[in-house]
């Protein structure tokens, strides 16, 4: 994956669950769109509580999620570990 500009943080190894890669295929999706977007801070489609939390998370350098429709309105999460040594691309179902 290319370098990320604006990245707010590092994102680690990234990896994602069969779930999570074959619903990118069926939408004709590629993850590095949303792995840009959670990367940044765009959070995607959170709760006011989970925004704030991702807020306090990017700050004290805890857990940050994001959650993602993509075009067939399927929806994916992205979770970056507490210690940034991991990003995880998954379905809902799967955590």
Same mark, same amino acid.
């Given at each position: 994956?290319?370098?990320?500009?604006?990245?707010?943080?590092?994102?680690?190894?990234?990896?994602?669950?069969?779930?999570?890669?074959?619903?990118?295929a069926d939408a004709e999706e590629e993850a590095a769109n949303y792995l840009q &977007?959670?990367?940044?801070?765009?959070?995607?489609? #959170?709760?006011?509580?989970?925004?704030?939390?991702?807020?306090?998370?990017?700050?004290?350098?805890?857990?940050?999620?994001?959650?993602?429709? #993509?075009?067939?309105?399927?929806?994916?999460?992205?979770?970056?570990?507490?210690? &940034?040594?991991?990003?995880?691309?998954? #379905?809902?179902?799967?955590?």
């Amino acid at each position: 994956m290319k370098t990320i500009h604006n990245a707010k943080f590092s994102l680690g190894r990234v990896v994602a669950t069969p779930g999570a890669l074959e619903a990118l295929a069926d939408a004709e999706e590629e993850a590095a769109n949303y792995l840009q &977007r959670h990367a940044i801070g765009d959070w995607g489609d #959170l709760s006011v509580e989970d925004l704030e939390e991702n807020t306090l998370s990017l700050e004290q350098g805890y857990r940050l999620l994001s959650a993602y429709h #993509l075009k067939d309105l399927t929806k994916i999460w992205i979770i970056t570990e507490a210690d &940034r040594s991991a990003t995880t691309i998954l #379905l809902p179902s799967e955590y």
